[in-house]
C-alpha cells in the first residue's frame, strides 16, 4: 500500500497517461481523475518519507545500518521525481486548461490528501500502534514472569 516504490511506479505510470490525455485533448474530467490517481500515489511518496523520518526504532537501525545511505538517497530520489512530475503537470495543467485549471488541480491536490490522512494513514498509524503495543504487553509479561520466577526461588530458599 505504501510501499515508496511501487507508489512511484504507480505515479509515474498516471503521469504519463495524463500527458497521454492532455495531449490527446481529452475532457477535463477524464484528465483530472488520472490526476486525482497520479496524486494519491504521490502522497504515498511522500507519506513514506515522512514515516521514514520519524522511524525511530534502534533494532532497525542496527539491523539496517549498512543501507541507511542507499535508502536515504533512493527515498530523495523518489521525492524529488515526485516533485518534478508535480511541476510538470502544473505546467501542462495551466496550456491545457488556463488558470482555472491549476487551481481545479490545487482543489483536488487538497481533497485527496486529506482523504488519504484520514483514511489510509490514519489505518497504517493504528496498525503501527497495534503492534508497538502488542511487542510492549509481551515484553512486561516476560519481565514479570522473571520477576515472579525469581521471587519465587528466592522464597522458597528462605
Known amino acids: 500500500m505504501i510501499d515508496p516504490v511501487t507508489a512511484v ?11 497521454a490525455c492532455i495531449e490527446m485533448g481529452k475532457g477535463i474530467e477524464d484528465t483530472f481523475q488520472v490526476v486525482a490517481r497520479w496524486q494519491g500515489h504521490a502522497s504515498d511518496v511522500l507519506y513514506a518519507s515522512q514515516r521514514h523520518k520519524k522511524r525511530t526504532n534502534p533494532l532497525k537501525q ?10 536515504a538517497a533512493e527515498l530523495f530520489a523518489h521525492r524529488k521525481r515526485i516533485d518534478n512530475q508535480r511541476k510538470e503537470l502544473i505546467q501542462l495543467l495551466r496550456y491545457a486548461y488556463g488558470n482555472e ?3 481545479e488541480y490545487r482543489r483536488c491536490m487538497k481533497e485527496v490528501q486529506e482523504q488519504r490522512k484520514r483514511e489510509v494513514y490514519a489505518q497504517q498509524e493504528a496498525k ?22 525469581i521471587f519465587e526461588a528466592v522464597s522458597s530458599k528462605g
Not at 511506479?9 to 500527458?19: F, L, Q
Open 128 to 149: 503501527d500502534t497495534l503492534v508497538k503495543s502488542f511487542w510492549i504487553i509481551v515484553l512486561v509479561a516476560i519481565g514479570g514472569g522473571i520477576i515472579a520466577f
Open 101 to 103: 485549471g491549476v487551481e
Open 9 to 19: 511506479a504507480a505515479a509515474t505510470k498516471a503521469y504519463a497517461t495524463v500527458r
Open 62 to 71: 542496527i539491523v539496517f545500518s549498512s543501507s541507511v545511505e542507499a535508502e
